[in-house]
């Protein structure tokens, strides 16, 4: 299997840059997932590692090869779109093995290969069907098992399962990431759902505007976020994040508990029950700040509760670059400098 870099790697669509001086590493049979909103240049990165787009800047190795400037099929990689994109004319079993049959490869192995495959992603009880006799969840085991069987050296995978209901994206996400590892592939995902990426990744890139944000594992991104972006953009709900002079004080929600009497007093908008636990959604000064709270809170919009936190809990951002300021102590005080992607700045 392969590892993939990209170097300082730049996509431009007249003067929009789509992809701003982009460089990063996915490590060999590691699954590294692009997250960001949309239009955060997510995807258009995955294209260029592709080759579907081409660099206007930087370049791209697969392997220790050079790939910038080679086709897809040069770059010997397999792809599973966000649409199935599967032929409503042929069976499973002739979807899948439809590459191996434009690549000419023989029959004695094309059919080796095909029950290997149906096997690892449990269609083998299904390949005579059509794409229309099946359920979402398994046309996606299809497009899996057409990039599966391709034994490339990398898997791309550009948001396949936004198209699926709630309780098969659990499920799906489950099987990719114990497919991934079973297989040692290197794999390159992109999603807008934070929750895909912190199950799922050995790295997190989460880009913004064409650039990367932050990368790092998913502990990095959660427990201490590089910029104020990553800090709401990571966690459900998010990080809370109030002003106070020129500080951005961020706290978990889980971090926040209410106590009997306190200075910071805020008034209850609204109460989520989500079974084992509740959100209890609040003001104070007029920001927004959620809590979350074990079991089944009791409390009512519009009453006034006192909430609490540890010192050790809480998050600090410059208020105007929102870069992350980190506390050290020097020669005996209390010093603070910025980090931005885990660099010091």
Not at 202 to 212: Q, Y
Not at 224 to 233: D, E, I, N
């Given at each position: 299997m392969s590892a993939i870099t990209l170097s300082h790697v730049s996509k431009f669509w007249g003067a929009l840059r789509a992809v701003d001086d982009v460089s990063l590493t996915a490590d060999e049979g590691s699954l590294l997932v692009l997250l960001g909103p949309s239009g955060c240049g997510k995807s258009t990165t995955l294209r260029l590692i592709a080759g579907l787009e081409a660099a206007d800047a930087g370049t791209i190795t697969i392997g220790g090869v050079d790939v910038t400037h080679l086709t897809p099929a040069q770059r010997k990689i397999s792809m599973v779109f966000q649409s199935y994109a599967l032929f409503p004319h042929l069976s499973v079993a002739e979807n899948i093995v439809f590459g191996l049959r434009v690549r000419r490869v023989s029959r004695a192995e094309r059919d080796e290969r095909l029950k290997r495959v149906a096997d690892i992603v449990g269609l083998s009880h299904l390949l005579e069907r059509k794409p229309s006799q099946l359920s979402g969840g398994q046309r996606q085991r299809v497009a899996l098992g057409r990039a599966i069987i391709a034994e490339a050296r990398v898997c791309l995978m550009d948001e396949p399962l936004s198209n699926l209901d709630a309780k098969l994206r659990h499920e799906m996400r489950t099987e990719i990431r114990a497919l991934q590892q079973r297989l040692g592939m290197t794999m390159v995902y992109v999603t807008h759902d934070q929750t895909e990426a912190m199950t799922?990744?050995?790295?997190?890139?989460?880009?913004?505007?064409?650039?990367?944000?932050?990368?790092?594992?998913?502990?990095?991104?959660?427990?201490?976020?590089?910029?104020?972006?990553?800090?709401?953009?990571i966690g459900t709900p998010p990080m809370n994040l109030v002003r106070q002079g020129d500080r951005l004080i961020g706290i978990r929600p889980e971090h926040i508990r209410m106590v009997a009497g306190g200075d910071r007093v805020v008034r209850v908008k609204a109460v989520e029950h989500l079974g084992a636990d509740s959100i209890v959604l609040c003001e104070i000064d007029g920001q927004p700040i959620s809590v979350r709270l074990d079991g089944f809170s009791k409390v009512q919009p519009g009453e006034n509760v006192a909430i609490a936190w540890d010192a050790g809990h809480e998050h600090r951002f410059d208020s105007t670059t929102e870069v992350r300021l980190e506390h050290i102590f020097r020669e005996g005080r209390l010093a603070e400098r910025w980090l931005q992607n885990g660099q010091d700045r």
């Open positions: 799922m990744a050995d790295r997190v890139v989460l880009m913004r505007d064409g650039r990367i944000e932050q990368n790092g594992s998913p502990e990095d991104l959660y427990n201490r976020p590089a910029t104020a972006f990553t800090a709401r953009f």
